[in-house]
């Protein structure tokens, strides 16, 4: 057991260990396997990139979500329309990490066909990272996005005093040759809500600009940001104004309700009914693949070349650290806070299945 200069106690895990128990307990709430896979991935690979945030901590959450019904465990999606690029499906409270995989798995396929493929899901329940399904994208050769609504009100407009949408975060990612692929994943927030709790556990200060306290005043009180639940938008308007595009793109289009009309994760057994649109280009509708990451390349290097401000620093891309980190961890083993780990043995003799051994 290690400890972290942020206080945590933490215990090194191999990544296939993990991923494998992680499979194990959602299976042992009834998911099928491949949905139990692919509910798992979504949260081990988070740890990978260092984002604990959506990590583990997370799918302990959705465990109790899908335990309660919340998520339900079969994942049912209706296809209400599927016509030429596009599809709407209805995921009937199913699994968010499931039907936002399926839906880009259908987009590729679309994009494969028309050059681009656009599925919008409605009814569905958080995807927690959106990267992740971006990447799936850019793993086959193509430029992905993604915008999800999200459940819990969290956004006054800009001045406003009271919260009315959710964070409503948008990843685009990109494959690019020698750098891996470029993955932007960014909520509408300045920060998201997990990283307020973390400062409230940690007992320290969050920035000025994250989020007002419930008098509609800037607080950098973590503990009062959590009671007004207000997260400011960052850069103001352009923000909100995001966020509402990815409303309109998302439940407005898909026939679902506008982000910020639930609760959040939780209680765990309320669906969260959050809708997301998954769009996939085909690059080889436009260029050959090579000749694409050869561009790709060339636009990297030309942002990586900037000369710092502060000598020694490195200047990076989006996604250049969390996908570095990923690489490292797989071979090195991934530090899980050891708190997370007891959780996960207490679902594991909640669920009647072997405990994590560390």
């Given at each position: 057991?290690?400890?972290?200069?942020?206080?945590?106690?933490?215990?090194?895990?191999?990544?296939?260990?993990?991923?494998?128990?992680?499979?194990?307990?959602?299976?042992?709430?009834?998911?099928?396997?491949?949905?139990?896979?692919?509910?798992?991935?979504?949260?081990?690979?988070?740890?990978?990139?260092?984002?604990?945030?959506?990590?583990?901590?997370?799918?302990?959450?959705?465990?109790?979500?899908?335990?309660?019904?919340?998520?339900?465990?079969?994942?049912?999606?209706?296809?209400?329309?599927?016509?030429?690029?596009?599809?709407?499906?209805?995921?009937?409270?199913?699994?968010?990490?499931?039907?936002?995989?399926?839906?880009?798995?259908?987009?590729?396929?679309?994009?494969?066909?028309?050059?681009?493929?656009?599925?919008?899901?409605?009814?569905?329940?958080?995807?927690?990272?959106?990267?992740?399904?971006?990447?799936?994208?850019?793993?086959?050769?193509?430029?992905?996005?993604?915008?999800?609504?999200?459940?819990?009100?969290?956004?006054?407009?800009?001045?406003?005093?009271?919260?009315?949408?959710?964070?409503?975060?948008?990843?685009?990612?990109?494959?690019?040759?020698?750098?891996?692929?470029?993955?932007?994943?960014?909520?509408?927030?300045?920060?998201?809500?997990?990283?307020?709790?973390?400062?409230?556990?940690?007992?320290?200060?969050?920035?000025?600009?994250?989020?007002?306290?419930l008098e509609g005043r800037e607080t950098t009180d973590p503990a009062e940001a959590l009671k007004s639940m207000s997260l400011l938008p960052f850069g103001g308007y352009k923000a909100f104004g995001i966020a509402m595009v990815n409303d309109i793109v998302t439940s407005i289009l898909g026939g679902?309700?506008?982000?910020?009309?639930?609760?959040?994760?939780?209680?765990?057994?309320?669906?969260?009914?959050?809708?997301?649109?998954?769009?996939?280009?085909?690059?080889?509708?436009?260029?050959?693949?090579?000749?694409?990451?050869?561009?790709?390349?060339?636009?990297?290097?030309?942002?990586?070349?900037?000369?710092?401000?502060?000598?020694?620093?490195?200047?990076?891309?989006?996604?250049?650290?969390?996908?570095?980190?990923?690489?490292?961890?797989?071979?090195?083993?991934?530090?899980?806070?050891?708190?997370?780990?007891d959780g996960m043995r207490t679902w594991a003799e909640r669920l009647g299945v072997p405990a994590l051994q560390a």
């Open positions: 057991m290690t400890r972290t200069s942020d206080g945590d106690h933490r215990i090194v895990l191999g990544a296939d260990a993990l991923r494998r128990h992680c499979v194990v307990l959602v299976e042992a709430l009834g998911v099928a396997p491949s949905d139990a896979a692919a509910t798992a991935e979504v949260f081990v690979q988070a740890e990978l990139m260092g984002e604990e945030s959506h990590g583990l901590r997370l799918f302990l959450q959705i465990l109790g979500r899908i335990a309660a019904g919340g998520d339900r465990a079969a994942t049912d999606i209706t296809v209400i329309r599927d016509r030429g690029a596009i599809a709407l499906w209805d995921a009937n409270d199913g699994i968010g990490q499931v039907a936002a995989a399926r839906a880009m798995a259908r987009a590729i396929e679309k994009a494969r066909e028309h050059g681009l493929g656009l599925v919008t899901v409605r009814n569905g329940n958080s995807l927690t990272t959106a990267k992740h399904y971006a990447l799936q994208a850019a793993r086959a050769g193509m430029v992905g996005f993604v915008y999800t609504t999200a459940s819990r009100r969290v956004m006054p407009p800009p001045g406003g005093r009271t919260p009315v949408l959710g964070n409503n975060p948008v990843a685009v990612a990109a494959p690019a040759g020698r750098h891996g692929c470029f993955a932007l994943d960014m909520a509408c927030t300045a920060a998201a809500v997990e990283r307020i709790h973390r400062a409230r556990d940690l007992g320290v200060p969050i920035p000025q600009g994250w989020a007002l306290d679902g309700v506008v982000s910020g009309s639930g609760t959040g994760f939780q209680p765990y057994d309320t669906p969260m009914r959050v809708c997301f649109t998954l769009q996939a280009i085909d690059v080889t509708a436009f260029q050959p693949l090579d000749e694409f990451e050869r561009r790709m390349e060339a636009f990297l290097d030309r942002v990586k070349a900037t000369e710092p401000i502060a000598p020694g620093d490195r200047i990076v891309f989006p996604g250049e650290r969390a996908l570095g980190e990923m690489a490292r961890r797989s071979a090195a083993g991934v530090p899980v806070v050891a708190a997370t780990i």
